[in-house]
Protein backbone atom coordinates (compact mmCIF):
# COMPACT_ATOMS: atom_id res chain seq x y z
CA UNK A 1 0.00 0.00 0.00
CA UNK A 2 3.16 2.06 0.07
CA UNK A 3 2.70 5.18 -2.54
CA UNK A 4 5.00 6.21 -5.31
CA UNK A 5 4.25 9.62 -5.17
CA UNK A 6 2.83 12.23 -2.42
CA UNK A 7 0.15 14.05 -3.22
CA UNK A 8 -1.11 17.84 -1.58
CA UNK A 9 -4.86 19.09 -2.68
CA UNK A 10 -5.56 22.08 -1.95
CA UNK A 11 -8.88 23.72 -1.89
CA UNK A 12 -8.63 27.97 -3.43
CA UNK A 13 -11.88 29.51 -5.07
CA UNK A 14 -14.05 31.65 -4.73
CA UNK A 15 -15.03 28.90 -3.43
CA UNK A 16 -12.63 26.53 -2.73
CA UNK A 17 -9.66 25.12 -4.11
CA UNK A 18 -7.87 21.43 -3.80
CA UNK A 19 -4.37 20.21 -4.13
CA UNK A 20 -3.58 17.24 -4.52
CA UNK A 21 -0.34 15.41 -5.99
CA UNK A 22 -0.57 12.82 -8.30
CA UNK A 23 -3.29 10.06 -7.89
CA UNK A 24 -3.00 7.31 -5.19
CA UNK A 25 -0.87 5.52 -4.42
CA UNK A 26 -0.15 9.49 -4.08
CA UNK A 27 -1.59 10.68 -0.82
CA UNK A 28 -3.64 14.70 -1.96
CA UNK A 29 -4.12 17.27 0.89
CA UNK A 30 -6.16 20.02 0.55
CA UNK A 31 -6.97 22.99 1.32
CA UNK A 32 -9.81 25.66 1.85
CA UNK A 33 -9.81 29.54 0.77
CA UNK A 34 -12.39 32.13 0.67
CA UNK A 35 -11.16 34.00 -2.16
CA UNK A 36 -8.41 33.18 -4.31
CA UNK A 37 -6.18 36.18 -3.72
CA UNK A 38 -5.79 35.53 0.14
CA UNK A 39 -7.14 38.80 0.84
CA UNK A 40 -7.37 37.26 4.18
CA UNK A 41 -5.29 38.51 7.42
CA UNK A 42 -4.93 35.00 7.64
CA UNK A 43 -2.47 34.64 4.27
CA UNK A 44 0.86 33.41 6.22
CA UNK A 45 -0.86 30.98 8.02
CA UNK A 46 -2.30 29.79 4.85
CA UNK A 47 1.58 29.66 3.41
CA UNK A 48 2.70 27.78 6.11
CA UNK A 49 0.01 24.82 6.22
CA UNK A 50 1.00 24.41 2.18
CA UNK A 51 4.44 25.00 2.39
CA UNK A 52 5.24 22.57 5.61
CA UNK A 53 3.04 20.29 3.66
CA UNK A 54 5.56 20.39 0.60
CA UNK A 55 8.70 20.29 2.85
CA UNK A 56 7.81 17.70 5.33
CA UNK A 57 5.80 15.34 3.20
CA UNK A 58 8.58 15.58 0.64
CA UNK A 59 5.29 16.35 -2.45
CA UNK A 60 6.56 15.39 -6.02
CA UNK A 61 3.83 17.51 -7.02
CA UNK A 62 0.68 19.57 -6.17
CA UNK A 63 -2.93 20.27 -7.88
CA UNK A 64 -4.80 23.04 -7.15
CA UNK A 65 -8.22 22.42 -7.74
CA UNK A 66 -10.33 25.42 -8.04
CA UNK A 67 -13.65 27.19 -9.91
CA UNK A 68 -11.66 30.43 -10.28
CA UNK A 69 -11.85 31.14 -14.11
CA UNK A 70 -7.58 30.67 -15.26
CA UNK A 71 -7.37 34.52 -16.02
CA UNK A 72 -7.81 34.95 -12.42
CA UNK A 73 -5.31 32.50 -11.50
CA UNK A 74 -3.19 34.18 -14.04
CA UNK A 75 -3.56 37.07 -12.04
CA UNK A 76 -2.89 36.25 -8.75
CA UNK A 77 0.01 34.46 -10.18
CA UNK A 78 1.47 37.95 -11.19
CA UNK A 79 -0.03 40.66 -8.76
CA UNK A 80 -1.44 39.11 -6.15
CA UNK A 81 -0.67 39.85 -2.67
CA UNK A 82 2.57 38.47 -1.28
CA UNK A 83 1.78 35.71 0.07
CA UNK A 84 -0.63 34.31 -2.63
CA UNK A 85 2.38 34.88 -4.81
CA UNK A 86 4.29 32.63 -2.58
CA UNK A 87 1.73 30.28 -2.25
CA UNK A 88 1.27 29.99 -6.02
CA UNK A 89 4.86 29.50 -6.62
CA UNK A 90 6.03 26.71 -4.22
CA UNK A 91 7.25 23.74 -6.71
CA UNK A 92 5.17 21.41 -8.35
CA UNK A 93 2.12 23.51 -8.12
CA UNK A 94 -0.34 22.98 -10.70
CA UNK A 95 -3.92 24.16 -11.27
CA UNK A 96 -7.13 22.37 -12.03
CA UNK A 97 -10.21 23.45 -13.09
CA UNK A 98 -13.32 22.06 -10.65
CA UNK A 99 -17.01 23.24 -10.75
CA UNK A 100 -18.19 23.74 -6.89
CA UNK A 101 -22.15 21.47 -6.30
CA UNK A 102 -25.12 23.61 -6.30
CA UNK A 103 -27.22 21.37 -5.14
CA UNK A 104 -27.04 17.53 -3.98
CA UNK A 105 -28.56 14.60 -6.14
CA UNK A 106 -31.34 14.93 -4.03
CA UNK A 107 -31.93 18.72 -5.19
CA UNK A 108 -31.15 20.67 -1.78
CA UNK A 109 -29.40 23.62 -2.32
CA UNK A 110 -25.77 23.37 -1.04
CA UNK A 111 -25.18 27.23 -0.32
CA UNK A 112 -22.50 28.15 1.82
CA UNK A 113 -18.61 28.10 0.85
CA UNK A 114 -18.14 25.75 3.73
CA UNK A 115 -20.46 22.50 2.88
CA UNK A 116 -19.67 23.61 -1.03
CA UNK A 117 -15.92 22.75 0.40
CA UNK A 118 -17.59 19.38 2.40
CA UNK A 119 -18.78 18.20 -0.68
CA UNK A 120 -15.92 19.10 -3.18
CA UNK A 121 -13.06 17.39 -0.91
CA UNK A 122 -15.49 14.22 -0.60
CA UNK A 123 -15.19 14.16 -4.52
CA UNK A 124 -11.84 14.29 -5.02
CA UNK A 125 -10.70 11.93 -2.52
CA UNK A 126 -13.04 9.21 -3.71
CA UNK A 127 -11.75 9.87 -7.43
CA UNK A 128 -8.24 10.66 -6.59
CA UNK A 129 -7.31 9.49 -2.34
CA UNK A 130 -4.85 11.50 -0.81
CA UNK A 131 -4.84 13.85 2.40
CA UNK A 132 -7.46 16.31 2.96
CA UNK A 133 -5.83 18.88 5.02
CA UNK A 134 -8.30 22.12 5.99
CA UNK A 135 -5.95 25.60 5.69
CA UNK A 136 -5.69 25.82 9.31
CA UNK A 137 -4.08 22.59 9.24
CA UNK A 138 -0.47 22.70 9.18
CA UNK A 139 1.63 19.01 8.85
CA UNK A 140 4.62 18.95 11.72
CA UNK A 141 5.57 15.55 11.57
CA UNK A 142 5.79 13.47 8.21
CA UNK A 143 3.03 11.44 7.71
CA UNK A 144 5.14 8.47 5.23
CA UNK A 145 4.30 5.89 8.72
CA UNK A 146 0.68 6.32 8.39
CA UNK A 147 0.51 5.89 4.14
CA UNK A 148 2.42 2.82 4.66
CA UNK A 149 0.47 1.12 7.04
CA UNK A 150 -2.33 -0.58 5.56
CA UNK A 151 -5.33 0.86 6.33
CA UNK A 152 -7.39 2.35 3.61
CA UNK A 153 -8.46 5.59 5.43
CA UNK A 154 -7.06 7.73 8.27
CA UNK A 155 -8.78 9.19 10.72
CA UNK A 156 -8.20 11.53 13.88
CA UNK A 157 -10.65 11.94 16.76
CA UNK A 158 -10.92 15.95 17.61
CA UNK A 159 -11.35 16.88 20.78
CA UNK A 160 -14.88 18.45 21.89
CA UNK A 161 -18.48 16.41 22.72
CA UNK A 162 -19.04 13.89 20.88
CA UNK A 163 -20.60 11.61 23.11
CA UNK A 164 -23.52 14.87 23.70
CA UNK A 165 -24.10 15.03 20.39
CA UNK A 166 -24.21 11.58 18.15
CA UNK A 167 -23.64 8.89 20.94
CA UNK A 168 -19.82 8.65 20.57
CA UNK A 169 -16.91 9.89 23.01
CA UNK A 170 -15.31 11.90 20.32
CA UNK A 171 -16.00 13.10 17.37
CA UNK A 172 -13.74 11.81 14.13
CA UNK A 173 -12.09 15.21 12.60
CA UNK A 174 -13.20 15.75 8.65
CA UNK A 175 -9.93 18.34 8.86
CA UNK A 176 -7.44 16.27 8.06
CA UNK A 177 -8.52 12.71 5.81
CA UNK A 178 -6.38 10.24 4.26
CA UNK A 179 -8.06 7.77 2.33
CA UNK A 180 -7.31 5.65 -1.48
CA UNK A 181 -9.51 5.88 -4.16
CA UNK A 182 -12.69 4.93 -3.61
CA UNK A 183 -12.60 3.18 -0.23
CA UNK A 184 -15.65 2.13 0.95
CA UNK A 185 -15.67 4.74 3.71
CA UNK A 186 -14.96 8.04 1.33
CA UNK A 187 -17.64 5.53 -1.26
CA UNK A 188 -20.17 5.48 1.50
CA UNK A 189 -19.44 9.39 3.23
CA UNK A 190 -19.72 10.54 -0.15
CA UNK A 191 -23.24 9.20 -1.02
CA UNK A 192 -24.50 9.67 2.50
CA UNK A 193 -23.72 12.95 2.49
CA UNK A 194 -25.89 13.89 -0.85
CA UNK A 195 -28.94 11.70 1.00
CA UNK A 196 -28.68 13.02 4.24
CA UNK A 197 -27.31 16.91 4.07
CA UNK A 198 -29.82 19.05 5.49
CA UNK A 199 -28.34 22.49 5.10
CA UNK A 200 -27.35 22.55 8.87
CA UNK A 201 -23.74 23.02 9.98
CA UNK A 202 -22.20 19.62 10.30
CA UNK A 203 -25.20 16.75 9.32
CA UNK A 204 -23.15 15.35 6.50
CA UNK A 205 -19.70 16.18 7.36
CA UNK A 206 -18.40 15.55 11.13
CA UNK A 207 -21.55 13.73 12.65
CA UNK A 208 -21.41 11.17 9.33
CA UNK A 209 -18.30 10.79 9.24
CA UNK A 210 -18.26 10.07 13.03
CA UNK A 211 -21.44 6.89 12.60
CA UNK A 212 -19.59 5.46 9.09
CA UNK A 213 -15.69 6.00 10.31
CA UNK A 214 -16.46 3.96 13.90
CA UNK A 215 -18.61 1.95 11.98
CA UNK A 216 -16.32 0.75 9.29
CA UNK A 217 -13.14 0.31 11.68
CA UNK A 218 -14.58 -3.45 12.18
CA UNK A 219 -13.46 -3.89 9.18
CA UNK A 220 -10.09 -5.44 8.56
CA UNK A 221 -7.68 -2.44 7.08
CA UNK A 222 -10.43 -0.38 5.98
CA UNK A 223 -10.27 2.59 9.52
CA UNK A 224 -7.33 3.69 11.49
CA UNK A 225 -8.95 5.85 14.10
CA UNK A 226 -6.25 7.85 16.20
CA UNK A 227 -6.49 9.72 18.83
CA UNK A 228 -6.98 13.17 19.06
CA UNK A 229 -3.20 13.64 20.05
CA UNK A 230 -2.38 12.91 16.08
CA UNK A 231 -4.11 15.61 14.09
CA UNK A 232 -6.26 17.56 16.47
CA UNK A 233 -4.26 18.42 19.64
CA UNK A 234 -6.15 21.21 20.71
CA UNK A 235 -9.86 22.07 20.50
CA UNK A 236 -11.59 25.09 18.66
CA UNK A 237 -12.76 26.57 22.20
CA UNK A 238 -10.87 29.51 23.35
CA UNK A 239 -9.30 28.42 26.15
CA UNK A 240 -7.37 26.00 24.57
CA UNK A 241 -6.68 28.41 21.43
CA UNK A 242 -5.26 31.06 23.90
CA UNK A 243 -2.98 28.00 25.62
CA UNK A 244 -1.92 27.74 21.99
CA UNK A 245 -1.81 31.20 20.11
CA UNK A 246 -0.91 33.00 23.56
CA UNK A 247 2.82 34.57 23.14
CA UNK A 248 3.20 33.26 27.15
CA UNK A 249 6.12 31.30 26.72
CA UNK A 250 9.43 32.18 28.33
CA UNK A 251 11.97 32.31 24.96
CA UNK A 252 14.92 30.78 27.06
CA UNK A 253 12.99 27.21 26.73
CA UNK A 254 13.41 27.33 22.96
CA UNK A 255 16.68 25.88 23.99
CA UNK A 256 17.88 23.95 20.36
CA UNK A 257 19.66 25.98 17.94
CA UNK A 258 17.27 26.91 15.43
CA UNK A 259 19.48 25.06 12.47
CA UNK A 260 19.78 21.76 14.19
CA UNK A 261 16.07 21.95 15.30
CA UNK A 262 14.97 22.39 11.69
CA UNK A 263 17.43 19.71 10.20
CA UNK A 264 16.45 17.04 13.08
CA UNK A 265 12.39 18.23 12.36
CA UNK A 266 12.85 17.69 8.56
CA UNK A 267 14.54 14.44 8.55
CA UNK A 268 12.50 12.73 11.26
CA UNK A 269 15.46 12.09 13.56
CA UNK A 270 14.11 14.87 16.55
CA UNK A 271 13.14 12.11 18.57
CA UNK A 272 16.23 10.48 18.36
CA UNK A 273 19.03 13.16 18.81
CA UNK A 274 17.35 16.87 19.43
CA UNK A 275 14.09 16.05 20.88
CA UNK A 276 15.69 14.04 23.77
CA UNK A 277 18.06 16.47 24.33
CA UNK A 278 14.93 19.03 24.76
CA UNK A 279 13.29 16.62 26.89
CA UNK A 280 16.04 16.77 29.26
CA UNK A 281 16.45 20.13 29.18
CA UNK A 282 12.62 20.80 29.56
CA UNK A 283 12.79 18.41 32.77
CA UNK A 284 15.39 20.16 34.32
CA UNK A 285 13.70 23.38 33.55
CA UNK A 286 10.61 22.56 35.15
CA UNK A 287 11.89 21.24 38.34
CA UNK A 288 14.01 24.05 38.79
CA UNK A 289 11.21 26.46 38.37
CA UNK A 290 9.00 24.42 40.70
CA UNK A 291 11.84 24.48 43.46
CA UNK A 292 13.58 21.31 43.95
CA UNK A 293 14.49 17.93 41.76
CA UNK A 294 12.75 16.03 39.82
CA UNK A 295 9.58 14.64 41.73
CA UNK A 296 10.48 17.01 45.19
CA UNK A 297 9.47 20.37 43.90
CA UNK A 298 6.82 22.50 45.52
CA UNK A 299 4.55 22.07 42.83
CA UNK A 300 4.43 26.01 41.80
CA UNK A 301 5.39 26.48 38.15
CA UNK A 302 5.68 29.38 35.79
CA UNK A 303 3.11 30.45 33.15
CA UNK A 304 5.54 29.21 30.72
CA UNK A 305 5.69 25.65 32.20
CA UNK A 306 1.72 25.18 32.48
CA UNK A 307 1.10 26.38 29.11
CA UNK A 308 3.69 24.66 27.29
CA UNK A 309 1.98 21.70 25.11
CA UNK A 310 4.05 18.59 23.96
CA UNK A 311 2.91 17.85 20.16
CA UNK A 312 5.99 15.28 20.02
CA UNK A 313 2.81 12.80 19.13
CA UNK A 314 1.48 15.33 16.46
CA UNK A 315 1.57 14.78 12.87
CA UNK A 316 -0.76 17.61 12.07
CA UNK A 317 -2.11 20.36 14.51
CA UNK A 318 -5.24 21.72 13.07
CA UNK A 319 -5.13 25.84 14.70
CA UNK A 320 -8.37 26.61 14.38
CA UNK A 321 -8.53 30.68 13.00
CA UNK A 322 -11.91 31.14 15.04
CA UNK A 323 -10.48 32.59 18.47
CA UNK A 324 -7.11 34.64 16.81
CA UNK A 325 -8.99 37.83 17.05
CA UNK A 326 -9.65 37.15 20.49
CA UNK A 327 -6.44 35.79 21.61
CA UNK A 328 -3.53 38.41 19.70
CA UNK A 329 -6.15 41.58 19.59
CA UNK A 330 -8.14 42.56 16.82
CA UNK A 331 -6.06 43.57 14.10
CA UNK A 332 -3.28 41.87 15.06
CA UNK A 333 -2.30 38.63 13.30
CA UNK A 334 0.29 35.66 13.31
CA UNK A 335 3.36 37.27 11.07
CA UNK A 336 6.98 35.28 10.41
CA UNK A 337 8.92 37.54 13.19
CA UNK A 338 5.99 36.04 15.69
CA UNK A 339 6.82 32.66 14.67
CA UNK A 340 10.48 33.17 14.79
CA UNK A 341 10.17 34.69 18.32
CA UNK A 342 8.86 31.19 19.35
CA UNK A 343 6.85 32.78 22.74
CA UNK A 344 4.15 30.66 22.03
CA UNK A 345 2.95 26.81 21.21
CA UNK A 346 1.78 27.69 17.61
CA UNK A 347 5.04 29.19 16.90
CA UNK A 348 6.70 26.28 18.08
CA UNK A 349 5.33 23.75 16.41
CA UNK A 350 5.33 25.24 13.15
CA UNK A 351 9.30 26.96 12.87
CA UNK A 352 10.94 24.77 11.68
CA UNK A 353 9.35 24.84 8.39
CA UNK A 354 9.07 28.37 8.51
CA UNK A 355 12.83 28.65 8.61
CA UNK A 356 13.81 26.49 6.34
CA UNK A 357 11.58 29.13 3.92
CA UNK A 358 13.97 31.96 5.07
CA UNK A 359 17.01 30.34 4.89
CA UNK A 360 16.19 28.62 1.32
CA UNK A 361 15.35 32.48 0.40
CA UNK A 362 11.61 32.02 -0.29
CA UNK A 363 11.43 34.57 2.89
CA UNK A 364 13.91 37.54 2.38
CA UNK A 365 16.20 37.75 5.32
CA UNK A 366 15.25 41.60 5.31
CA UNK A 367 11.79 41.06 6.16
CA UNK A 368 13.18 39.58 10.05
CA UNK A 369 15.80 42.37 10.54
Known amino acids: MSPRVASLALCVLTLIVLVTVGRYPAWAARFSYRTFEFVSQRAFKFFVSIYSAHTLWRLERIYIHTDAAPDVVSLAQQSGTLWTRRILAIPNL ?3 QVEAPQRT ?26 VYLDTDAVPIRDVAELRNSGFRNVIGQQLGLGLWVIGHLNNLNNGVMMAV ?3 NLITLF ?5 EFFDGQWDTASIQLLTDLGNRLASLPSEVLILQPQAFSPISWQDDNQKCLLAPSLDPATATTPASEQREETLRGSAAESGMCRDVLVW ?13 QGTGVRPVGALTEIDFSSSYVLHAFDSALDKVLGKGEDIDVRYVLSRESNYARAVFPAVWRAVEEGIIPKEEIN
Open 190 to 194: YHAAH
Open 283 to 295: LKYREKEKGGSLG
Open 181 to 183: PRS
Open 105 to 130: NKGVGIKTLAHKADFVRLAALHEHGG
Open 94 to 96: QIN
